[in-house]
């Protein structure tokens, strides 16, 4: 396997971060390029990131200089990751694209444009073929992907089985979401310290709308959306990594049992799991039978922070059954998930 030169943009922040500690000891991935704000760059990054992962900084990467994030800076790298702020992710994302870079974006900015790729690789490997419709580039070399928003993963994931066997038609949820979410410095400790925060803005509408493209069909080079509907209340909990979420969904047809759904949960097994791709869980969901599970503190690390946890299955009194799916919000939400998205993309070919 060749292995490739990766940009980091928005390097400094939350999710950049976690970028560098997951691609410190990567097998294909070796950074060779860190983009900030002008705020940043010129700056060794050790002194421009406020670095709050629980590792040290890398010595080869905190020695590095911070560049801006012009695509005109950034010529020596194979494709780039984004955990750019939203601000400016739209303009910045669009030029390294046009560039011939290949963005693998974090933000939400062009989840639901209709040839990017909205991508969780074990639920719609299928949709990479977007790509080839995009015009970002003169000569399609340079292309944009994109993960969810961090709830939306434990969700698709779990949705992915129930619509395949028995369709889903609703979906009622109420997420519990870690303060890392909020990036850094993030919520301010006097408002979440001891309490629970009903409201998290701009994230109901993205959780309500995400999954009917993930879970849609690819028709004549477009995504066709699935057509159920979602209705979710976001809160933010005082819990530092993993992102809880109480689940009820109606199905289109009835499970014989709910020891059915379990087995079809616990036996599922993902379309890209035999590709070997470094990121990728063994398991990517697992059913827990302890009614006390999954708990952020306990389970989010689970298989490297790339496993949906899920539990209390049960058959619900309004709709159908009804389940807790639980996932670290800044690896397999985020970072994690980007990073796992661009090893498809090395095995597909996208990236040569
Ligand atoms: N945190 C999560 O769990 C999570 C999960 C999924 C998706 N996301 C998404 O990922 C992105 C990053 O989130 P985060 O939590 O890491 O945010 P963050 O900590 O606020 O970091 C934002 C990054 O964007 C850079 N930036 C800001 N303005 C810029 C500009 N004008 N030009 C170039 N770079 C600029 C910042 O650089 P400076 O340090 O120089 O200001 C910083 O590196 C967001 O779009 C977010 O919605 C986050």
Redesign the pocket.
Known sequence: MSTFKAGI??????????FIRLLENHPWFTIKAL???????GRPYSE???WIESSPVPQTIGRME?R??RAADFGDVDFVF????????TE?EAEFAAAGIPVI?????YRTHPTVPLLVPEVNPDHLSLIESQTFSADGTGWIVT????VVVPLVTTLKPLADAYGVESVILTSLQ?I?????P?VPSLDILGNVIPYIGDEEPKVEAEPLKLLGTLENGIVKEASFSVHATATRVPVMNG?LLSVTVGLGSAPASIDEVADLLSSWKSPVSELDLPSAPEFPMHLYQDQRYPQPRLHADSEGGMQTAVGRLRKAGVLDISYVAMAH??VR???G?AILNAELLVKKGYIQ
């Open positions: 943009l928005g390097a400094t922040g939350a999710v950049g971060q976690k983009g900030a704000s002008d705020r940043s760059a421009a990131a406020n911070v801006s994030c984004s955990g750019l702020d939203s601000s400016v992710a910045i974006s974090n933000a939400k900015n993960n969810p928003n961090c870690a890392s979410g909020a990036g850094y993030g992102h919000n800044t939400g985020a970072a998930g």
